[in-house]
């Protein structure tokens, strides 16, 4: 039974328990003063109905790839099981391959054959086992929640603490998992830094990052300075804030205090169009539209404009990301208290001061967050860097030239033939290491001034 199927039917079964549990809380309750509502009795035989279930389904899709793994390994002469690790992953895959109808390597053996058959045996069993189980458990679970549905029952605080429970399980996976991401990066940049010089990296003025990774392949030994990577990312990320941040905090102000009603849902919508537009879509813009006419422009001016500029990717980031600046900055002035306006109305100042003097002030944290959101969009961005802006690492502050951004050089250098004991491959981790702390420092600097303009607001 595929694992959807079973999903399915413990949902209908969830379902099911509700309305059992319901039922019986008000079968028992009719004449007698309960403790709580027939909902948080049926509430809580769909939680006993479904948790148990689903904390087994899931433990065993955790377990089942390693357990397939080691049964149908088993089966494999001695002599495949001698081979090296690399080489016996890919006889498996070959295996897997062959199940599921994809293309495999060569021509299969025997022993290729009878392992794919006794992997679909295995994979059976397994299915049909942790289905029975599964509804087994569920209804078992069912029947035994059901048994304790009586006036009495607290059944309001056994819902209420384990909703608490559920939610405090999902921060910590939130915070472990970003603990895991920035573990996960910090272990291969610390193997970089074991082939180049941190501060070769931190300060290093050119961006080659080419390689040999074999030894008798002839190459380059690389140069790994990072400065004109992340002066290209601050150049353009730069130019994209210069034009969101006015134009998105001015369409705010205009359609939360000036614009009627009528405009307010016309114009809004269409405004929040623009973070629906794919990024290819807005770098196809920047490369066949804008470029061309910053370059036109330029000559006209006597300026030499690169046909792949920062000025040109920075303008169209910027209008893409201006849906973030606006939109969290209408929502958060229209969250101001209107006793605010009205106290500043009442004492004689005009519209137009009362937006500068109370309602902007009393907003900035929340318009904070918006820019801060805005900001990381910039800088994690990548597709329209590379079809406007280019790849070439170039120092230079001049808008009108060819730059690159960290999240570019990423990408390039994780494609292709990777070699995870290079330096060109590892300086992809080191390069997100110096991002994340990087955007950290900037969260954490904005949140301290947030924090001291509130204290000093209230």
């Given at each position: 039974m595929p694992s959807s199927t079973v999903l399915m039917a413990l949902l209908a079964m969830t379902a099911v328990a509700y309305l059992l549990g319901r039922r019986r809380s008000v079968a028992t309750g009719r004449g007698v003063r309960v403790h709580s509502l027939p909902g948080y009795h049926g509430s809580y035989v769909a939680i006993w109905c479904a948790l148990p279930a689903l904390v087994l389904f899931c433990l065993w899709q955790l377990a089942e790839p390693g357990f397939i793994r080691s049964q149908v390994l088993a089966t494999l002469p001695q002599a495949m099981l001698d081979l090296p690790e690399a080489e016996l992953g890919l006889v498996y895959n070959d295996i897997r391959n062959l199940v599921e109808g994809n293309i495999v390597s060569g021509e299969?053996?025997?022993?290729?054959?009878?392992?794919?058959?006794?992997?679909?045996?295995?994979?059976?069993?397994?299915?049909?086992?942790?289905?029975?189980?599964?509804?087994?458990?569920?209804?078992?679970?069912?029947?035994?929640?059901?048994?304790?549905?009586?006036?009495g029952f607290r059944a309001r605080n056994k819902v209420e603490l384990t909703t608490r429970m559920l939610l405090m399980a999902a921060s910590t996976v939130a915070i472990f998992t970003t603990i895991g991401i920035f573990l996960s990066v910090l272990f291969e940049a610390l193997r970089f830094f074991q082939q180049v010089s941190p501060l070769e990296?931190?300060?290093?003025?050119?961006?080659?990052?080419?390689?040999?990774?074999?030894?008798?392949?002839v190459g380059s030994s690389g140069a790994f300075g990072a400065v004109p990577l992340f002066a290209g990312t601050l150049l353009i990320s730069g130019i994209a804030m210069s034009v969101a941040v006015p134009?998105?905090?001015?369409?705010?102000?205009?359609?939360?205090?000036?614009?009627?009603?009528?405009?307010?849902?016309?114009?809004?919508?269409?405004?929040?169009?623009?973070?629906?537009?794919?990024?290819?879509?807005?770098?196809?813009f920047a490369a066949l539209t804008v470029a061309p006419l910053l370059r036109g422009f330029g000559e006209g001016l006597g300026l030499s404009v690169s046909s792949e500029s920062a000025l040109g990717a920075g303008l169209v980031m910027g209008i893409m990301i201006i849906p973030f600046v606006s939109s969290l900055s209408d929502d958060v002035i229209k969250a101001v208290p209107h006793e605010l306006r009205d106290g500043s109305y009442g004492l004689g100042a005009t519209r137009s001061e009362t937006i500068r003097l109370v309602v902007l002030p009393a907003a900035l944290p929340g318009i904070v967050g918006g820019i801060l959101l805005a900001a990381s969009r910039a800088i994690g961005e990548t597709m329209i860097v590379v079809m406007a802006a280019g790849l070439a690492a170039n120092l230079t502050v001049n808008p009108l030239e060819a730059v690159t951004t960290v999240t570019v050089q990423i990408v390039t250098l994780l494609i292709g033939d990777q070699e995870f004991d290079s330096a060109k491959t590892l300086a992809a981790f080191a390069l997100g290491l110096l991002l994340f702390l990087t955007t950290l420092v900037l969260n954490i600097v904005a949140l301290r001034v947030v924090r001291r303009y509130r204290e000093q607001y209230e």
């Open positions: 299969p053996t025997d022993e290729i054959l009878a392992a794919a058959s006794h992997y679909m045996s295995l994979q059976r069993i397994s299915d049909l086992g942790v289905a029975l189980v599964v509804l087994l458990v569920g209804l078992t679970a069912l029947g035994w929640a059901l048994r304790r549905v009586e006036p990296f931190l300060f290093g003025l050119s961006w080659s990052p080419q390689t040999a990774i074999r030894p008798d392949q134009v998105g905090l001015m369409s705010a102000i205009y359609l939360s205090e000036y614009a009627n009603s009528r405009v307010r849902s016309f114009a809004k919508p269409m405004l929040e169009v623009l973070a629906g537009i794919p990024t290819v879509v807005y770098g196809y």
